[in-house]
């Protein structure tokens, strides 16, 4: 694909990370098998510990709530019964994680236990972050050039540093001025592009939003950001209209700076 000029008012790069900065296949096929192939193992290793007790506590109160509006799954709502029957309560929690996985359930509690995981994993080197081979180099030359570059993802800031900060390419945080995950708003609403801008310290129209979402597209460009949609492998075909309306690239090298600073 050709080169696509930046335009000279953009301040600061904002990266999506799946499907943008790293394959989605990273998450689908390294991310949750993990937790899946790994949770029982965990689970034992950590069960007396405070973090996972907690993380469980917060799984037994999310099954009671769903058990109150008939969501519960077809297992025993969460029972951690220490010293009495642990290998059962542990089976419990193990059922009910995978159900909410299988569900694609988004639960706090799920989120919290599953960025547990990440976080050993990550730090005794059984996953390493995956980066596509253009992202790095193209980084470090908008920053060489005066440029700031943030993240922003639906994934928590701890595992989008987890991720960068544990990467094949190795600790890549300094490349990055900052990083937004949903607390700041959800990625498809405009506001949360306003409150981004506000938060760095610039206009919208500083701002260069990289995304493989429409939707997400969509609510930037509302917001006055500048969008650049990004087309990898494994990713949702655009259609003919999106293809026409945004500016397309395969790969972060296709981006000219001129004269930004």
């Known amino acids: 694909m050709a080169a696509i000029a930046v335009p000279e008012t953009t301040r600061v790069f904002l990266l999506d990370i799946e499907g943008t900065t790293t394959p989605i296949t990273f998450v689908k096929d390294i991310l949750f098998p993990y937790i899946r192939e790994n949770l029982e193992e965990y ?16 799984l037994k109160k999310q099954a009671e709530e769903d058990l109150r509006q008939n969501k519960a799954c077809h297992v025993h ?11 059962k309560a542990i089976r419990e929690v193990v059922e009910s994680v995978l159900w909410q996985m299988a569900a694609d359930r988004k639960s706090t509690a799920l989120k919290q236990l599953q ?3 990440w976080r050993a994993a990550y730090m005794t080197g059984r996953i390493r972050g995956e980066v596509y081979q253009d992202v790095v180099p193209a980084i470090r030359r908008w920053r060489r050039e005066g440029l700031k570059v943030f993240i922003y993802s639906s994934g928590s800031v701890e595992a989008q540093k987890l991720l960068f900060g544990y990467s094949v390419e190795g600790d890549l945080l300094d490349l990055f001025d900052g990083h937004f995950d949903t607390n700041i708003g959800a990625k498809v609403e405009s506001k949360s592009y306003e409150n981004i801008a506000e938060r760095i ?20 460009e509302e917001a006055g950001v500048s969008v650049i949609l990004v087309v990898r492998p ?10 026409s309306h945004y ?3 395969t790969s972060f090298s296709q981006l000219e700076l001129s004269g930004n600073v």
Request: hydrophobic share 35%.
């Open 234 to 243: 494994g990713n949702m075909e655009l259609t003919e209209e999106e293809r």
């Open 43 to 58: 689970l034992s290793a950590h069960w007396e510990e405070d973090e996972c007790k907690q993380d469980v506590h917060l």
């Open 247 to 249: 500016r397309v690239i």
């Open 201 to 220: 310290g610039c206009q919208p129209e500083q701002i260069m939003f990289l995304t493989d979402v429409t939707r997400e597209a969509k609510a930037a």
């Open 77 to 87: 709502a969460v029972d951690q019964t220490v010293h009495t029957d642990e290998e």
């Open 115 to 117: 960025g547990h995981m």
